[in-house]
């Protein structure tokens, strides 16, 4: 397997647009997050869906910010109106039954 | 509120000495912890895991142990080589697969 994959790996955009990212987790699992790493905050969870359904996502920081997973292997985060304090790496991450988590690569995100 | 803490941003160490890197959590209803690797522009690696209902867990040159008691963790590289340069983060989870994350601790490895 080649592991959960996130794209695109650099987004730069400019604050007031729609950003869009993208997860494939692993095949197979049931689990997928959504994570955020910043300087001032560390990595913090996002939110978390199991069997695609939303479970929690008290971690999402902002109403501009929403997530879907439509099916088994493909997640989006999306961001709008993207605003310069979004600029952070944003990392997906699945596992089945087991808090061992699979990380991908993550998206770097730079908002202008 | 950062339920698990990571008191040192940084550890130098020689190769071929041990790496000790500490962690501690508040939150009681933690029950299993783990520790991820991170190399700059990737995604964290998990690396070794332990139970609550254990003290200890080896896996090869990597050691955790875990002290319920004073609601503290460690892991030991023993011995330390150049590869093991990256940033070391504790987790912990209770009993969904959330994962609370550490600061991270930097770790470099001289030759």
């Known amino acids: 397997d080649a592991g959960v994959i996130q794209s695109p790996r650099h987004e730069v955009t400019e604050m007031g647009q729609e950003v869009t990212l993208r997860c494939k987790p692993i095949?197979?699992?049931?689990?997928l997050f959504w994570y955020r790493q910043t300087m001032m905050r560390g990595l913090e969870l996002l939110i978390y869906?199991?069997?695609?359904?939303?479970?929690?996502d008290s971690g999402m920081p902002e109403d501009r910010f929403s997530a879907k997973m439509p099916n088994a292997s493909f997640s989006t985060l999306k961001i709008q109106p993207s605003e310069p304090r979004d600029s952070a790496v944003y990392f997906c991450?699945?596992?089945?039954?087991?808090?061992?988590?699979?990380f991908g690569q993550g998206t770097r995100l730079t908002v202008v | 509120d950062q339920q698990v803490k990571q008191n040192s941003p940084s550890l130098s160490v020689q190769e071929g000495r041990i790496s000790i890197l500490n962690c501690d959590y508040t939150?009681?209803?933690?029950?299993?912890f783990l520790w991820y690797k991170k190399y700059p522009a990737e995604g964290p690696t998990f690396l070794i895991s332990?139970?609550?209902?254990?003290d200890k867990n080896e896996d090869g040159r990597f050691t955790v142990f875990l002290n319920k008691s004073a609601k503290h963790l460690s892991l030991h590289i023993v011995p330390s080589q150049p590869g093991d340069s990256a940033v070391y983060f504790c987790?912990?989870?209770?009993?969904?697969?959330?994962?609370?994350f550490g600061a991270g601790t930097t770790v470099t490895v001289r030759a």
């Open positions: 987790a912990a989870a209770s009993n969904d697969y959330k994962l609370s």
């Open positions: 991450a699945s596992t089945t039954q087991n808090p061992e988590a699979f």
């Open positions: 095949s197979g699992h049931d689990y």
């Open positions: 869906f199991n069997n695609n359904v939303p479970i929690d």
């Open positions: 332990i139970s609550s209902i254990k």
């Open positions: 939150n009681s209803m933690f029950d299993y």
